[in-house]
């Protein structure tokens, strides 16, 4: 996968921070004495608002779009959902991020910044786009999985995201997209194919 789709990808994940973000300088400009809604304002809320429909427009095409043209049928031999494994730490972030924001300081749009960097490139350098909120809100979970596939005894191992909960369908088949990603998207909304 090319760096610019893997940016892409990890930028949606910032999607609701940058959603609190905007909230939270729309009610800074409204009522504070201080602020105005004067050209930088402007530009910051403009920003964050371009920011929003790009990334909310990729994270769409992600989820309906299948991740590849083909797909294989598995049999879940092992199931563990990690969604609040990761959803916490981020959901932390945010408010940290929200909380400490202020438009009249250059310093609370540089440091969050710089952070967004410096997280960017572990999620990218380790593959880690499975960590992604903005897909939770989506209604898709995200499992470490063991399966088997072409009635073969040999186990694989992989993540998936999934709207329904697979953990409901050990030794069922299911039907899932193979990924370019480090990780793969359950094809359809039917809970497992039928036999």
């Known amino acids: 996968m090319k760096l610019i789709k893997k940016i892409l990808l990890y930028l949606t994940a910032f999607n609701p921070m940058v959603f609190l973000l905007l909230l939270s300088s729309i009610i800074q400009i409204q009522f504070s004495d201080e602020l105005s809604w004067n050209k930088q304002n402007i530009i910051v809320i403009s920003s964050f608002l371009i920011f929003l429909i790009i990334t909310f427009i990729i994270a769409v095409i992600f989820v309906k779009k299948p991740l590849r043209n083909d797909s294989c049928k598995v049999v879940l031999i ?3 959902n990690l969604t609040d494994s990761y959803f916490l730490g ?3 972030l945010f408010v940290m991020l ?3 924001f202020d438009l009249m300081s250059l310093e609370s749009l540089i440091i969050p ?3 967004i960097i410096i997280i960017g490139v572990v999620y990218i ?4 786009y499975y960590i ?3 897909f939770n809100l989506f209604g898709y979970k995200f499992f470490d999985i063991k399966y088997q596939k072409n009635n073969v005894n040999k186990q694989y191992s992989g993540r998936i995201f999934s709207k329904n909960n697979l953990e409901k369908y050990i030794d069922e088949e299911i039907e899932m997209d193979y990924s370019i990603y480090n990780f793969s998207k359950q094809r359809n909304e039917l809970n497992k194919i039928k036999k």
């Open 113 to 115: 910044a710089i952070l």
């Open 98 to 100: 929200d909380l400490s």
């Open 78 to 80: 092992e199931v563990k």
């Open 90 to 92: 981020y959901f932390a």
């Open 132 to 134: 992604n909120p903005l």
């Open 125 to 128: 350098s380790n593959d880690l």
